[in-house]
């Protein structure tokens, strides 16, 4: 559970996600930053509570589409999977390419203040940096997939280890010129051209797209001994900590940083979390800490990749991605792992990447095309089980009973929000082409061209994930049900309990 957790935890990288993301909440001033991570960290959780009723009740790396197939209507059950496995492919593939273009704006600063502020690193500077780095992720995905699951708590140690030195060092360094808890509570600013009252909610961006990485826990499921419990354990810790930690920190970071928002936002540093480690802890304790900070950023990104190869290599199981033949394959020589889906994800952000070279606002839709897919990709599932699937679900040993349907019906409310409000553009309205959103673009072209795939051709094959349950374990209206919708399913027989298969061992015994 600890190891599921750790995936999970390290995926959000707390400190460094939130200072990737300080253009989205600084805009709204210090209680804008500080009230809306506590509000949509709320409602993440209850997304989260929603997603763990399914976790605990079925396992599966292919998680999210596998549950919209089992719970959708039979009409509707083959498109739906296939919109939801290309939206979750484009959400985990773009939280990648984010973390590693915030890795790539970390370092660099770290080279700015080095030079005190005397270097401007190019749009071309800093995409050779986020390639390097995301080659880098590819390589160590490849070849330590024995160890990934014991380094995962090396990696939220890092992350605390972080968390607890950026809590005590500002303050510290700060002493004499902190802010008024007045300033940190009740001090709401509008640096853009929107409504003051919208962008408080665009600062919502920040920690939606920080604790988004906790649907991995359902993609490493069938890596996972006692899956049913730490699946859904995994998820609500991992919500669970962002939420509490990270209002934690945007107090201090509220607390210390120079009431002029400008000069924070537009520092010569590239960063405004170098600025704020600057003015609190002079040049050398804001290297040491941005070089910190841009190590938990690189892990990071290396267990994102994790997950977002399972998530890709579960689909193309399935026959639904392009070149799924080949995608599909296991790499027994490297400890059973998806190795080509690994180096396919490195390629499509690779790609996805290149959004970093037209300006640094159209670079911000690599951080909310990661919101819009995963949204469309979580909501899916708790939708068909609520509209369609009552009958069919059976909950597992972690269950909101009494209160599931509410939480889901809340759930599915805000991800239809979160997902309008990474459309916008973050600066204003009428928007240039350099400075517009391009999430609108990328995410509508994989929407509307999954459908598209499908009902020209792939309707003719593709019949959905191959569906395995302990069948002896149903009960007689889920067994009617089952049967009544068509659905095609294998039996399994459950393993011990505390007993780890490889991905191997489970479907040789089906």
Same mark, same amino acid.
């Given at each position: 559970?600890?190891?599921?957790?750790?995936?999970?935890?390290?995926?959000?990288? *707390?400190?460094?996600?939130?200072?990737?993301?300080?253009?989205?909440?600084?805009?709204?001033?210090?209680?804008?930053?500080?009230?809306?991570?506590?509000?949509?960290?709320?409602?993440?959780?209850? &997304?989260?509570?929603?997603?763990?009723?399914?976790?605990?009740?079925?396992?599966?790396?292919?998680?999210?589409?596998? #549950?919209?197939?089992?719970?959708?209507?039979?009409?509707?059950?083959?498109?739906?999977?296939?919109?939801?496995?290309?939206?979750?492919?484009?959400?985990?593939?773009?939280?990648?390419?984010?973390?590693?273009?915030?890795?790539?704006?970390?370092?660099?600063?770290?080279?700015?203040? /080095?030079?005190?502020?005397?270097?401007?690193?190019?749009?071309?500077?800093?995409?050779?940096?986020?390639?390097?780095?995301?080659?880098?992720?590819?390589?160590?995905?490849?070849?330590?997939?024995?160890?990934?699951?014991?380094?995962?708590?090396?990696?939220?140690? +890092?992350?605390?280890?972080?968390?607890?030195?950026?809590?005590?060092?500002?303050?510290?360094?700060?002493?004499?010129?902190?802010?008024?808890?007045?300033?940190?509570?009740?001090?709401?600013?509008?640096?853009?051209?929107?409504?003051?009252? #919208?962008?408080?909610?665009?600062?919502?961006?920040?920690?939606?797209?920080?604790? =988004?990485?906790?649907?991995?826990?359902?993609?490493?499921?069938?890596?996972?001994?006692?899956?049913?419990? /730490? &699946?859904?354990?995994?998820?609500?810790?991992?919500?669970?900590?962002? #939420?509490?930690?990270?209002?934690?920190?945007?107090?201090?970071?509220?607390?210390?940083?120079?009431?002029?928002?400008?000069? &924070?936002?537009?520092?010569? @540093?590239?960063?405004?979390?170098?600025?704020?480690?600057?003015?609190?802890?002079?040049?050398?304790?804001?290297?040491?800490?941005?070089? *910190?900070?841009?190590?938990?950023?690189?892990?990071?990104?290396?267990?994102? +990749?994790?997950?977002?190869?399972?998530?890709?290599?579960?689909?193309?199981?399935?026959? /639904?991605?392009?070149?799924?033949?080949?995608?599909?394959?296991?790499?027994?020589?490297?400890?059973?792992?998806?190795?080509?889906?690994?180096?396919?994800?490195?390629?499509?952000?690779?790609?996805?990447?290149? *959004?970093?070279?037209?300006?640094?606002?159209?670079?911000?839709?690599? @951080?909310?095309?990661?919101?819009?897919?995963?949204?469309?990709? #979580?909501?899916?599932?708790?939708?068909?089980?609520?509209?369609?699937?009552?009958?069919?679900?059976?909950? =597992?040993?972690?269950?909101?009973?009494?209160?599931?349907?509410?939480?889901?019906?809340?759930?599915?409310? @805000?991800?239809?929000?979160?997902?309008?409000?990474?459309?916008?553009?973050?600066?204003?309205?009428?928007?240039?082409?350099?400075?517009?959103?391009?999430?609108?673009?990328?995410?509508?072209?994989?929407?509307?061209?999954?459908?598209?795939?499908?009902?020209?051709?792939?309707?003719?094959?593709?019949?959905?994930?191959?569906?395995?349950?302990?069948?002896?374990? +149903?009960?007689?209206?889920?067994?009617?049900?089952?049967?009544?919708?068509? *659905?095609?399913?294998?039996?399994?027989?459950?393993?011990? &309990?505390?007993?780890?298969?490889?991905?191997?061992?489970?479907?040789?015994?089906?």
């Amino acid at each position: 559970m600890i190891e599921v957790f750790g995936i999970a935890f390290s995926i959000m990288g *707390l400190l460094p996600s939130i200072a990737s993301t300080l253009a989205y909440s600084i805009p709204a001033g210090p209680a804008g930053m500080v009230w809306s991570w506590f509000l949509a960290s709320m409602f993440i959780f209850v &997304v989260g509570l929603a997603m763990a009723d399914l976790g605990s009740a079925m396992p599966t790396s292919g998680g999210l589409y596998w #549950w919209t197939h089992y719970f959708a209507s039979p009409k509707t059950r083959n498109a739906l999977s296939f919109l939801v496995g290309y939206s979750n492919t484009l959400g985990l593939v773009g939280g990648l390419v984010s973390i590693d273009y915030g890795f790539s704006l970390m370092l660099l600063s770290v080279v700015v203040l /080095a030079n005190d502020g005397n270097y401007t690193p190019s749009s071309g500077v800093i995409y050779a940096v986020f390639l390097g780095c995301i080659l880098c992720h590819g390589v160590l995905a490849s070849t330590l997939s024995k160890v990934m699951g014991k380094l995962q708590t090396v990696f939220v140690a +890092l992350n605390f280890v972080l968390i607890v030195a950026t809590i005590i060092a500002l303050p510290v360094g700060r002493a004499s010129q902190r802010n008024s808890a007045h300033f940190v509570f009740a001090e709401v600013e509008n640096l853009t051209t929107w409504p003051t009252g #919208w962008a408080f909610m665009l600062a919502w961006l920040s920690p939606i797209w920080t604790i =988004g990485g906790f649907d991995s826990c359902v993609h490493m499921s069938e890596e996972a001994s006692n899956a049913t419990r /730490a &699946v859904p354990y995994g998820i609500i810790m991992s919500i669970g900590s962002c #939420w509490l930690f990270g209002w934690i920190l945007t107090i201090v970071i509220a607390a210390c940083m120079n009431p002029d928002l400008e000069a &924070v936002l537009t520092s010569p @540093f590239g960063q405004p979390m170098a600025q704020i480690y600057y003015d609190a802890l002079g040049k050398r304790g804001a290297i040491g800490m941005m070089t *910190l900070l841009f190590i938990v950023q690189f892990l990071m990104g290396l267990s994102i +990749l994790v997950a977002a190869s399972r998530q890709s290599w579960a689909f193309s199981r399935d026959g /639904a991605l392009p070149f799924s033949s080949f995608f599909r394959k296991i790499s027994a020589k490297l400890g059973y792992i998806p190795f080509r889906a690994v180096w396919g994800c490195v390629g499509v952000g690779a790609i996805l990447g290149l *959004l970093s070279l037209i300006a640094p606002a159209a670079a911000q839709a690599l @951080f909310s095309l990661a919101v819009a897919g995963n949204n469309v990709a #979580w909501g899916t599932p708790i939708l068909c089980r609520l509209v369609w699937g009552q009958n069919k679900f059976k909950p =597992g040993p972690v269950y909101t009973g009494r209160y599931s349907i509410a939480i889901g019906w809340t759930a599915i409310v @805000f991800l239809c929000f979160g997902t309008l409000l990474a459309m916008f553009p973050v600066g204003g309205p009428n928007p240039t082409p350099s400075s517009m959103n391009y999430t609108v673009v990328i995410n509508s072209a994989v929407w509307l061209g999954a459908l598209a795939y499908y009902f020209i051709d792939a309707r003719k094959w593709f019949t959905g994930p191959k569906i395995t349950l302990d069948l002896t374990d +149903l009960s007689e209206s889920q067994e009617r049900a089952i049967v009544s919708e068509g *659905l095609e399913v294998q039996h399994v027989k459950p393993s011990p &309990v505390g007993v780890e298969q490889n991905v191997g061992e489970k479907r040789a015994e089906v």
